[in-house]
């Protein structure tokens, strides 16, 4: 993906997320709904996790794209997952 947008920084969230968790408040009466990301770039992944933050949700950093990417990509074992972090 980056490699066609030169300059790009690539960070994946949101992915992982049914729209129905998306849509809604991210703050629940029971914690936060977990936003899992992935990227190669710190800097990058920095400023999503503290965009989400602002928006109300729990971001988690699962890595690199290749190793965390994996994890939330559909069909991989966090992928469609919905987990609130209890604050």
Do not use: C, W
Not at 7 to 21: S, T
Not at 41 to 59: I, R, Y
Request: aromatic letters at 6%.
């Amino acid at each position: 993906m980056a490699s066609l947008l030169p300059g790009a920084r690539v960070v994946k969230a949101f992915n992982a997320l049914f729209a129905q968790y998306i849509a809604p408040d991210p703050r629940h009466e029971a914690g936060r709904q977990v936003l899992f990301l992935a990227g190669d770039d710190l800097d990058a992944k920095n400023t999503v996790k503290g965009l989400t933050s602002q928006f109300g949700f729990a971001p988690v950093d699962l890595g690199t794209l290749r190793e965390g990417g994996r994890l939330i990509q559909l069909g991989g074992p966090l992928s469609g997952l919905h987990v609130l972090k209890q604050d």
